[in-house]
């Protein structure tokens, strides 16, 4: 008996895509802007960064017109090279967005792109979260159907599959039939990359900044009517089985439509990788029980799941090693009672109070932890032994940060990235993104320049 055709994923995925409208994405529109206030926040807390101010400087000379606005900076840049710039800001700290099921950090190759692109076009703010809501859809969807194995072979999978979120996104803003979102996201399949080995470096945000900028192209070339096979993803030698296996389609379109990706978006209290967001809970609890006397602590053991061993039983050289670390993670908690930019600076990392705290740090596994889990047990000098076990920490689906929390966030993201932007005035944009009959123009009025002409002919 002769097996079904395996649906195009492209093709089904443009289908949707084309078909939605604010109409059916509405009530997803207060997650949305959460997810972008979030994505200013951690963009504008890198402004000012090495890493950023060397990836402009590389771009500024093969820039076009300046249209498009660079997160933090006066001086706009042509749209590929501001959709790279504002992805690399966004995710350079590890202090975005985090989708549970993936570890997929939606809001940076998705908004980047967009962003960008309605600076160059007359789109509304509902045109704008419309499609960004449909690309971050686009892009778990995609991810879900890999996991984990895909993040497990090596792939980094906010790269990977970011470049499709992006891709349909732009598509959609640039009112692309079905067939052409389709061949946009068969041509973002042949340019997405990116590996976990580099995430301890800035070599990864070069991936998150190519998953923008690139997904962007594939719309445009699709727009000039760029074509791509209709398998690229799902075909025998497509994109899944060449970076993971076979995809799971029924997670792929497991109530399209219906239920949305967005809605499971998660935001970060700590600059660090999510899987240590409990160790450094646990450590806090731990801080006010020995009365912040850290003197007396013989050895701490940190008890999680292979993941976080995987992901944070490391030495520690830099401050990027800091972000992925357990030792660093539970030398913040205890002795420093605080998980903020300024401590996982490098300044911070160096410290020899630091070093000495991290010396006394044993990770091990407990099988039976979930993912996201962490069991922190001091051993005092006077043989007391005190033990704080989180599953849920702050910021997770079930302890949820508060627009309040994302505010302060962005506020905190202006002063430690050296911003001279609003933070008010980008707080007060987010939230009335949806009312904007020009999402473009707001966008250009949040830079300082501009933002003073605005409050000068007022």
């Known amino acids: 008996m002769p097996q079904d055709p395996i649906p195009s994923v492209s093709k089904t995925l443009a289908d949707f895509v084309a078909s939605s409208s604010w109409a059916n994405v509405e009530a997803q529109s207060g997650e949305a802007r959460r997810s972008i206030l979030n994505f200013f926040a951690t963009a504008l807390g890198s402004a000012r960064d090495p890493v950023v101010m060397a990836a402009m400087r590389t771009l500024a000379p093969f820039s076009g017109a300046g249209t498009s606005t660079v997160i933090g900076h006066s001086q706009p840049m042509d749209a ?93 803003l640039l009112g692309l039939p079905a067939e052409g979102i389709a061949n946009a996201i068969g041509i973002a399949a042949s340019q997405s990359a990116g590996n976990v080995e580099n995430l301890p470096s800035a070599a990864k945000n070069v991936s998150v900044g190519n998953a923008a900028r690139n997904g962007l192209f594939a719309a445009l070339l699709a727009q000039q009517g760029y074509e791509a096979a209709p398998g690229a993803i799902e075909g025998p030698l497509g994109w899944a089985r060449t970076m993971g296996d076979e995809p799971d389609l029924f997670r792929l379109f497991d109530g399209l439509g219906k239920r949305w990706e967005i809605a499971k978006n998660t935001y970060k209290p700590y600059p660090a990788g999510i899987v240590f967001h409990s160790v450094i809970d646990a450590c806090l609890l731990l801080r006010e029980r020995i009365d912040r006397n850290v003197d007396q602590i013989e050895f701490v053991t940190v008890q999680g799941s292979a993941l976080l061993l995987a992901r944070g039983d490391r030495p520690v050289n830099n401050e990027r090693d800091a972000r992925v670390s357990i030792h660093h993670c539970v030398a913040c908690g205890l002795l420093l009672g605080a998980a903020g930019v300024t401590e996982f600076a490098n300044e911070t990392v160096v410290r020899p109070d630091i070093v000495q705290l991290r010396q006394k740090v044993r990770a091990a596994l407990d099988a039976q932890m979930p993912a996201g889990a962490a069991r922190v047990t001091l051993r005092l000098l006077s043989g007391e032994v005190l033990t704080e076990t989180v599953v849920s920490p702050r910021g997770s689906q079930a302890a949820p940060l508060s627009d309040r929390d994302l505010e302060e966030k962005l506020r905190d993201g202006v002063r430690t990235g050296q911003s001279d932007w609003d933070a008010d005035r980008v707080i007060d944009a987010v939230w009335r993104f949806d009312t904007s009959d020009d999402a473009g123009h707001l966008l250009r009025s949040l830079r300082p320049a501009l933002a003073a002409r605005d409050t000068s002919s007022n």
Do not use: M
């Open 80 to 172: 590929l090279c501001a959709s790279f710039l504002n992805a690399i800001s966004a995710n350079l700290l590890d202090f975005d967005d985090t989708h549970p099921e993936t570890i997929i950090h939606p809001a940076a190759p998705v908004a980047a792109a967009i962003f960008a692109l309605a600076e160059t076009r007359n789109l509304s703010g509902r045109e704008v979260l419309t499609a960004f809501i449909l690309g971050v859809d686009v892009e778990c969807r995609i991810g879900n159907a890999v996991s984990p194995r895909h993040y497990a072979r090596g792939w980094h999978i906010t790269s990977t599959c970011g470049i499709f979120g992006a891709a349909a996104a732009c598509a959609k």
